[in-house]
C-alpha cells in the first residue's frame, strides 16, 4: 500500500451514503467488508481523508500494508456506516465530523457532547480480522461483536489453551470431544461468543476474564422463531451466559446470535435487551446483515447462504 497516496485530497461522495432508519428494539444491523474486494488505492485515499488527525497518525504508525489498510478499513467502515444513521435526524452529515471517544475501560463510543441537536442512541463495536472487519449496530442497548477466520489454527494444544482461560464447564465440553478438527472448531465458536459477552460489558478484558462466567447452549428452538437466517437447519441453540458471581442465576439480560459468515468467519454478537423486557424470557431478536464496500456499494446477505444460524437467542 502506498502511504504516500494517503496525502492527496479527494472529495466524499455523499450520496452513496444513503440514510437509514436507526435499529428497532431487539434488532441488531451487522456491516462487514472484505478488505480484498477493496483494491482501489483512489478509494483508499478517500477512506483517509475521513478520518481525524489522530486516527491518520494510527493508520501510518502501522506496521506492513496489511495492517495499515485493516486499521483504514475499520475507521472507514465505522464512520460511514453511523453516518447513515445519524442522517436521518441531522441532514447531511460528513462522516468526517463524527467525533468518538473511550469509556473508563478504553471502548470506543460516540462522542456527541458538541451536538446542538439530539443525537440517536446509538452504540456500536468492531471487530476484524486481516480478511474480514466487521460493525455492528444497536439503538439503546449495548453490544459486543467478534469475528474470528474459521480456519484459525491454534498454535498451542486446545485443551491446555482452554483450560488457562475457560470455565470448568466449557473444558468438560471441549475434552468431551474426540475428533480434534471439530474439537477446535468448537473452541473457536466459544472463543467468539466470549469475546463478544466481554465487549458488550465494556469493562475490559481484565475486569471480565473469560475464566469467570459460562458460556452455555441450551436445547434447541425452532429457527422459524428468531426469523433470523437462511433456513439451512431445521433449529439452531440457545446461548445463555451463567456468572460465577451468582451461579444459581442464568444472566437472563444478555442475549447472543452466532452465525457462520460468508462460509469463511465465525461471527458473534452480544447485546442487552432493553429494559421494557429484560427478565422476561426469549425475546426474538431481529438481524440485518450487510456486506458493503463504503461508499461503492452495499448488498443484504440476510437470508442468504452467506448468513448460517449455528446458535442464539436467549
Known sequence: MNVHCFQRSFSLASSSLAPLQLPSPMETHFWYVFP???RSQSLMNQYFELLSPCEK???LSMRG????????LARALVRTTIARYVDQTNSHVDPKSLKFRKNSYGKPEMDWQTADWQPPPLHFNISHTSSLIACGVTADAPIGIDVEEKNRKIKTN???FARRYFSSHELEHLAAITDAEIQRQEFMKLWTLKEAYVKALGRGFSASPFNTFTIRFKPAITKGESHLFKDTDNKVSEIVVESFDNPS???????????????????AICTEKAKFIEGSGRVPMKLIVRRTIPLVEDEQTTGTDSVVAIGGLT
Not at 65 to 72: E, G, R, V, Y
Not at 249 to 267: C, K, R, V
Open 65 to 72: 500494508d496489511q495492517l495499515k489498510k485493516s486499521a483504514l
Open 158 to 160: 486446545v485443551l491446555a
Open 36 to 38: 480484498d474486494e477493496v
Open 249 to 267: 442465576i442464568l444472566t437472563s439480560n444478555w442475549q447472543f446470535a452466532l452465525m457462520d459468515l460468508a462460509g469463511s468467519h465465525y461471527a
Open 57 to 59: 497518525d494510527n493508520v
